[in-house]
């Protein structure tokens, strides 16, 4: 099982930007597929996740209305789209699967199995 995130990017507030999160070895129709992201000296927190199906999503309070989760047809690629930016949307970006087989929301990092490398989204004037 690999997740390759990548999109990281220096961006002003404001600006928009979308990364995503290439999935190989493990199939969609099973797993959730969740955003987290950590800032410098804080805990990982969940942004988004998005059920086996694509027909359930969740966001935190923190993004809602200005990010966007959605995947390819192919069903192997998920994107983050991250609109209105503001500094404090600074961190590493990771992308992660979980068992997803029923759809419930999984908010915890130790609720998904599988983990990828991270990528750096920096928001500053």
């Known amino acids: 099982v690999q997740l390759q995130a990548s999109g990281r990017g220096l961006v002003q507030p404001g600006d928009s930007l979308r990364i995503a999160c290439a999935v190989s070895g493990l199939s969609f129709d099973s797993h959730i597929i969740g955003w987290f992201r950590q800032a410098p000296g804080k805990e990982r927190e969940a942004v988004s996740c998005l059920s086996n199906t694509g027909g359930n999503k969740f966001y935190s309070d923190s993004v809602k209305g200005r990010f966007t989760i959605s995947r390819d047809g192919a069903g192997n690629t998920v994107f983050l789209q991250m609109n209105g930016l503001k500094p404090e949307d600074t961190g590493v970006y990771y992308c992660?699967?979980?068992?997803?087989?029923?759809?419930?929301?999984?908010?915890?990092?130790?609720?998904?199995?599988?983990w990828g490398q991270g990528t750096l989204v920096t928001v500053s004037s």
């Open positions: 992660a699967a979980g068992d997803g087989i029923k759809w419930s929301i999984k908010l915890g990092p130790h609720e998904y199995d599988y």
